[in-house]
């Protein structure tokens, strides 16, 4: 029998505010470079020891982080003086018995081909990064945990998940237009914008204001005339994006708001060689960036807890992605408003059976649809081992 909690949320709905602040940083963002790497490390690493050993091995590389190169951008094309430098970071099983498991070797090739889906400016782009993977094996207690069963995961920390739903209008707007962005369909079109954006949304009742910055490749821009009416161009694309998407009053746009307006050399403008702020004086970390949603949500309950490079039987990772699930199905169920999802887990406990599974929802008829969320959470907790292998495989992003 599973804990769960199912109440009437005490919090005013996200619509009926006046004020909400959302945030998305894109693909190119040092923040979420970091995120996807050590992601990315992670999944290669889990997909071996299934592949090799039958299951998923003690890891946690969820340490990262990018220190920033030094570049000189110049109108027609600059270059990278410093390489930026990526580091993963943590624990993780590099022996069974007399095998030995090369996990740098698969480390490095999964941030290779991260990089290659984020840096979409240069052909050479491994020119101008070092990548570095440094880990020891993790505590004889920690690689126990995943030796004990073969058929009911044990929690190796004890943390906690938490998710919301549905999405409100200005959290749909952010992450679409961050993507539209972020799409190779744009970036072909637009090969001179770089991959390297944000997306900070201000609603104000039933008004928008986008702030957009996005760092422009260099080699694709002839002055400061040709910037500026490449820029433009940019912003009528989103405008013209809105049209089809936007149920708002009013969205204004704001982009590249730091740029001198009679610019004259490249400094006063955000001009880049590689699309990356990474590539001089901007550095990154995992945890710092989007959360599962795809978003940062000041205005709703969140969790500081970064996933990424975490192994499936850490909670932290886990019970992160569950919510989000678990609260995107029950904010489908008709009637429901708005919920909060809060998973807590006990380290050296069934994942399965958390301390505690917390429904907050705003319904008029709560009481009506509680069979239905006990239905979905059982559900889902019952199909664990099937949720941890999807994540393994990467079905469900981080951030």
């Keep these: ?5 199912i109440e009437k949320g005490d919090f005013l709905p996200i619509e009926e505010r006046e004020i909400e602040i959302v945030e998305r940083k894109g693909i190119g963002h040092p923040d979420t470079i970091c995120d996807l790497v ?4 992670s999944q290669a690493l889990s997909q071996y020891y299934v592949k090799r050993f039958g299951k998923v091995l003690h890891h946690n590389l969820d340490k990262g982080l990018l220190v920033a190169g030094k570049s000189q951008p110049k109108f027609g094309g600059g270059k990278i003086l410093e390489k930026i430098k990526i580091i993963v970071a943590g624990r993780a099983t590099d022996k ?12 490095e090739k999964a941030v290779k081909d991260c990089l290659r889906k984020i840096v979409n400016s240069s052909k050479n782009i491994f020119q101008n990064f070092e990548i570095f993977i440094d880990y020891n094996p993790g505590a004889e207690n920690l690689q126990e945990v995943f030796k004990r069963s073969n058929e009911i995961a044990i929690a190796n920390d004890t943390s906690f998940g938490i998710a919301h739903a549905p999405y409100s209008k200005a959290e749909i707007l952010t992450l679409k237009v961050a993507n539209f962005l972020n799409s190779q369909r744009f970036l072909k079109k637009h090969p001179f914008f770089g991959t390297d954006i944000k997306v900070m949304t201000l609603r104000q009742k039933n008004e928008i204001i986008l702030t957009i910055p996005g760092a422009y490749i260099d080699k694709y821009i002839k002055n400061p005339k040709d910037y500026f009416e490449k820029k433009e161009r940019v912003k009528k694309e989103i ?19 730091l740029d001198n307006p009679n610019a004259k050399e490249e400094g006063e403008i955000y001009l880049t060689v590689l699309g990356l702020s990474a590539e001089q004086g901007d550095d990154g970390q995992v945890g710092r960036g989007n959360r599962v949603s795809g978003l940062i949500t000041p205005c709703r309950e969140m969790s500081l807890e970064a996933p990424a490079g975490k192994n499936i039987n850490h909670p932290g990772k886990l019970y992160q992605i569950l919510a989000h699930i678990i609260s995107q199905e029950i904010g489908k169920i008709n009637g429901v408003k708005q919920c909060s999802v809060q998973i807590l887990s006990q380290i050296g406990k069934p994942l399965d059976k958390p301390q505690v599974i917390s429904v907050k929802v705003l319904a008029k008829n709560i009481g009506k649809i509680k069979d239905k969320i006990y239905k979905i959470i059982n559900t889902k907790f019952d199909n664990l081992k099937k949720i941890q292998m999807e994540i393994v495989k990467g079905k469900y992003p981080i951030c």
């Design 38 to 41: 050590c992601e990315s490390v």
């Design 239 to 257: 405008e013209k994006y809105l049209k089809k998407i936007s149920k708002f009053k009013k969205v204004k746009i704001e982009h590249n708001t």
């Design 96 to 107: 069974v018995g007399n095998i030995k498991i090369p996990v740098k070797k698969i480390g």
């Design 1 to 5: 029998m599973r804990n769960i909690v």
